[in-house]
């Protein structure tokens, strides 16, 4: 017996240093795990989330947190959150505060009676914050509670085992009291199981006094071997098992990817085995050798992932930079085209739309200089951008105020109900400054030319009301036209008696005829310049060029005379858009001169482009002596 007892002592020996095996590499891979676990974690730059993408952010934490039970590394990873989400917050608050002080020292002189209240989404932020905190400490004030409650359960077990040694070894016992003792013991084994940890400093302790204890125990009883060689079969048994769990996890990577649930599942596998007690020597450093194995395959092939991770990051990264490098250039545009800004913005977001597309991470510090450079590019783009369209905005809006003015003008003086030639020359004193303002903000460009139109028309239809006899001789007017249009249109049909003496005759014709009725005066005018147009073509002697004059002018003698004047403020429009084109179109010959080198060849393209400009020159004196013209008529 005392042999035996020996070799129970040496057996417990090797099973506490198998089991100091097993704490130590429990230590080892949960912190390889809190390591993998921080390199895993993305770097995220919060300083280019809005708020309403914070307080989505924080929901989202608090809603994992308070799903998944507020798991240590959950409440962790939130407090991180919170961590660096601070200071961003505090940046806004301070911007936000100064902006409004600023706004109250501007209006009141002094900061006397300022008071601010942040708005909703800020005060959101500071709440869910708070709710987080509030989360983390009341869980570690309660694993403090938990871990004190279990101090006390484990210390009381200890009693209770003391107490059944002291019975066992103050009076003999029958199988009935041996069996009874160790049905106690069992049950003090599974509530020790069962109780929690304990604050640190005490655990080495009362596990090694529980240990101690057990030993005592099995040391006094006859059947000490007998039990725990089937105690240790049956260990050997369930910690095979949990090998043959671990190993299916890692056999399971054939056909998933590693995530962190494979991880989990397996430490909670370990966590098993470690509460197991010894198996019979023989297999008990196989069987952990075996169970280590697996484990060692789930770990690397988490490496594994992380190094192909960090090979993602990195191509990532290169990607994002050359879409950052082909923005650079938008950065120093500028153009003086509405159209020319919009083509450019839509270039700029595509190149942003690939950045978005692009969903991996980035390397830490580098991603987050790389996106820092691109936003800022892309913020003075659009800064840029907006620069001109406040100037051509504010040119526009000055302009709406003068249309305005015309308005109001023309609209007083139908409200006398006046009908004299004075003022009716104001109001075609009105027409005329009308044509002379440019352009207003496209939403208000047909509403405040119909109401213009509508004054003015309304002042000549109240003077058309008045005089009957003014009819009449609009009617009579009319027919004149018509007789004047058949005969231009008549001589059109004879080529070699076509002059410009006889065109000069017609049009003079044509201006001392007055008015036509209002119904009548677009289809009339329509037809005569068709006509004139006709007949100018007829005209041998003329160049098309000059033929092109010829027709301009009429038209220009039209809006003289008081015709409708739209079709030569489209015309207009036309030979701007040619001037800038040539004027865009010269710059760009001139340019390319400059980089010829001396050769044949390139004297060549130079004669070559140096010939283009001078046509284009003349071109263009052309189209600005068109656009004079209309611009005095109208």
Not at 102 to 107: G, K, L, N, V
Not at 127 to 139: A, D, T
Not at 211 to 229: C, H, P
Not at 322 to 347: C, L
Request: glycine share 4%.
């Amino acid at each position: 017996m005392a042999q035996e007892q020996q070799e129970g002592v040496k057996s417990e020996e090797q099973e506490d240093l198998t089991q100091k095996t097993i704490d130590t590499l429990e230590i080892d891979l949960n912190n390889e795990l809190t390591e993998e676990h921080e390199e895993e974690t993305p770097d995220v730059d919060y300083s280019q989330l809005s708020k309403e993408q914070l307080v989505k952010l924080l929901e989202n934490e608090l809603s994992v947190i308070q799903s998944d039970g507020s798991k240590p590394a959950l409440l962790k990873k939130a407090e991180s959150l919170v961590k660096e989400i601070r200071p961003v917050l505090d940046q806004i608050k301070l911007k936000e505060r100064e902006s409004a002080l600023t706004t109250f020292i501007a209006e009141t002189g002094g900061e006397d009676g300022f008071e601010y209240k942040y708005d909703a989404e800020t005060q959101k932020i500071d709440s869910l914050s708070r709710e987080i905190r509030g989360l983390k400490n009341s869980y570690y004030q309660g694993q403090e509670k938990e871990k004190e409650k279990n101090f006390n359960v484990k210390t009381a077990l200890l009693q209770r085992l003391r107490t059944l040694l002291d019975d066992e070894g103050s009076r003999e016992t029958d199988a009935s009291g041996l069996k009874s003792s160790w049905e106690e013991f069992k049950k003090i084994q599974d509530e020790w199981k069962l109780a929690g940890n304990i604050a640190s400093p005490h655990n080495g302790t009362l596990w090694a006094t529980y240990n101690a204890l057990i030993d005592r125990y099995f040391s006094n009883r006859n059947i000490y071997f007998e039990l725990k060689e089937l105690d240790r079969r049956r260990n050997a048994e369930l910690k095979a098992e949990l090998c043959e769990k671990v190993e299916e996890l890692g056999k399971s990577l054939e056909s998933r990817p590693m995530t962190r649930e494979i991880l989990n599942e397996a430490n909670h596998i370990f966590e098993d085995y470690k509460h197991l007690g010894p198996a019979p020597k023989e297999e008990q450093e196989k069987l952990w050798q075996r169970f280590k194995e697996a484990l060692d395959v789930l770990y690397d092939a988490q490496r594994g992932q992380f190094a192909d991770q960090k090979k993602s990051m990195q191509e990532n990264y290169e990607q994002k930079q050359q879409i950052y490098e082909a923005i650079v250039p938008f950065t120093s545009y500028n153009s003086g085209s509405i159209k020319e800004w919009n083509a450019k913005t839509k270039e700029i977001m595509a190149f942003q739309d690939q950045w978005v597309a692009l969903k991996g991470i980035m390397p830490r510090e580098e991603g987050k200089e790389l996106s820092k450079k691109f936003w800022a590019a892309l913020k003075t783009f659009f800064n840029n951008k907006g620069e001109f369209f406040r100037q051509l905005e504010s040119k526009r809006e000055q302009n709406l105020e003068l249309k305005n003015q015309l308005c109001v003008e023309a609209e007083t003086i139908l409200a006398t109900g006046e009908d004299n030639p004075s003022t009716t020359q104001k109001v075609i004193e009105l027409q005329k400054k009308w044509k002379g303002v440019g352009q207003v903000p496209e939403k208000y460009k047909d509403t405040i030319y119909d109401r213009f139109k509508k004054a003015c028309d309304a002042y000549f239809d109240q003077k058309r009301a008045k005089n009957k006899e003014v009819e009449v001789e609009f009617e009579t007017n009319l027919k004149n036209k018509l007789d004047l249009i058949e005969r231009i249109e008549t001589a059109a049909t004879d080529k070699d008696e076509s002059s410009l003496n006889l065109l000069s005759a017609f049009k003079s014709e044509w201006s001392s005829i007055g008015f036509v009725p209002k119904k009548d005066m677009q289809a009339v005018q329509k037809r005569y310049i068709a006509a004139i147009n006709t007949y100018v073509s007829a005209i041998g002697q003329l160049t098309s060029k000059e033929k092109e004059q010829a027709v301009l002018e009429s038209e220009v003698e039209l809006v003289r005379d008081g015709e409708n004047s739209r079709g030569l403020f489209r015309k207009e429009n036309d030979i701007r858009r040619k001037i800038t084109q040539l004027e865009n179109d010269i710059a760009l010959w001139q340019n390319n001169i400059e980089f010829f080198a001396k050769s044949k060849t390139s004297d060549r393209l130079k004669a070559e482009f140096e010939r283009k400009i001078n046509s284009a020159l003349g071109q263009l004196e052309e189209l600005k002596h068109q656009l004079s013209i209309i611009q005095e008529a109208i």
